[in-house]
C-alpha cells in the first residue's frame, strides 16, 4: 500500500508540533527546582539513604528509548511492508514521548521534593552546618531536588509501553486471536523491562516509591493515549490498523497482513441505454 500521509501541511505540523515539544523539554532540563523547605525531620528520615550509581544510567535509558520503538518501526517498513503503519507509528511514539517529557519536568520544576540520597548530596562530607546551608556541588544539589516524579520511570513506560500496544494491535493478542500464551508473553515483554527500570531507581535510592508510582502512571497513560489517536482499538477486529488506514479504504487485517484490495470506485456507472445515460425507472 502506498504511503498515504505523505508530504503535507498535514504532516508539517505534525513535526512542527514535536519539535516544540522537544525543544521545551530541553529546555526545562536545564531550569532550576522551586526551592522548596525541607524539614530536618524528613531530612534526617526520608533523605539520609546513601549516595549510590545509577543501576540505569542516563545513557543506558535514552538507548532503550528511543531505540525499540524505531526497531519495531524497521519491523513494519521491511518486514511488513507496510510503511503507513510505521510512519503512523513514529508519530504516535514522538507525541507520546514529547508530552511525557515535558508534563514530567513541569511537576518535577513545580513539586522541588528532595531524592532519598538529598541529604549527601547537600552535605558530601556526612556533616550538617548549623543552618542547614549545603556545602556540596550546586548542580548536584539542583538535580537532587527533582525526584518527583521519576523521569526514568514515566519516559520508560511511555516508550515502551507504547511498543507493548503496537505489538498487542499487530498479534491481535486481546482481539481476533485470543487464546495464545505466546502472544501474551511478547505483548508484556516491554512493560516488564520497563518495570525494571522503574524499580531500580528505588535501588540506588534516587527515588522514593511514590515518585516511580506516578511516573510509571504518567507515562503509560499518555502512550495510550497517544496510540489512540493513531489505531484503532486494541479490542477491535481493526486492531493494529492505523486509522488513517481504515478511513482510507475500510481494510482490515488478518494474520497480520492488510488486504490492499483497491477501493472501488463509487462513481455511478452509465447504463447502454439511452446513449450512455442512465434510465430513470421514473421517465
Not at 531505540?67 to 518501526?73: R, Y
Not at 513541569?106 to 549545603?134: H, N, W
Request: hydrophobic residues 40%; charged residues 20%; neutral net charge.
Amino acid at each position: 500500500m502506498p504511503l498515504i500521509r505523505s508530504a503535507s501541511y498535514n504532516l508539517f505540523i505534525e513535526i512542527l508540533l514535536r519539535i516544540l515539544l522537544f525543544s521545551a523539554f530541553c529546555y526545562m532540563e536545564s531550569l532550576n527546582p522551586f526551592i522548596r523547605v525541607i524539614p530536618h525531620s524528613e531530612l534526617e528520615s526520608n533523605c539520609k539513604y546513601p549516595r549510590h550509581e545509577s543501576y540505569v544510567p542516563s545513557g543506558m535509558l535514552w538507548s532503550i528509548v528511543l531505540s525499540v520503538p524505531c526497531v519495531l518501526s524497521l519491523i513494519a517498513w521491511a518486514v511488513c511492508n507496510d510503511c503507513n503503519d510505521a510512519l503512523e507509528f513514529l508519530l504516535s511514539w514522538s507525541l507520546a514521548l514529547g508530552i511525557t517529557g515535558v508534563l514530567t519536568d513541569t511537576v518535577k520544576l513545580i513539586v522541588g521534593r528532595p531524592r532519598p540520597d538529598f541529604f549527601y548530596r547537600c552535605f558530601p562530607d556526612g556533616i550538617e552546618t548549623p543552618e542547614l546551608q549545603c556545602t556540596g556541588d550546586i548542580s548536584d544539589i539542583m538535580e537532587g531536588r527533582k525526584s518527583f516524579p521519576s523521569g526514568h520511570s514515566s519516559l520508560s513506560f511511555c516508550s515502551l509501553g507504547i511498543a507493548s500496544a503496537w505489538i498487542c494491535g499487530r498479534l491481535g493478542t486481546i482481539s481476533r486471536k485470543r487464546g495464545s500464551g505466546a502472544r501474551v508473553l511478547t505483548t508484556i515483554i516491554p512493560l516488564v523491562m520497563a518495570g525494571c527500570i522503574a524499580l531500580s531507581r528505588t535501588c540506588d535510592y534516587h527515588h522514593h516509591w511514590q515518585d516511580v508510582l506516578v511516573g510509571s502512571t504518567l507515562g503509560f497513560t499518555v502512550s495510550v493515549l497517544c496510540y489512540r489517536q493513531y489505531y484503532n482499538p486494541l479490542t477491535s477486529d481493526l486492531a493494529g490498523v492505523p486509522y488513517i488506514v481504515s478511513k482510507a479504504n475500510s481494510a482490515k487485517y488478518f494474520n497480520g497482513k492488510p488486504d490492499i484490495s483497491p477501493i472501488k470506485d463509487c462513481k455511478e456507472e452509465s447504463t447502454p441505454l439511452l446513449n450512455g445515460k442512465k434510465d430513470d425507472k421514473w421517465i
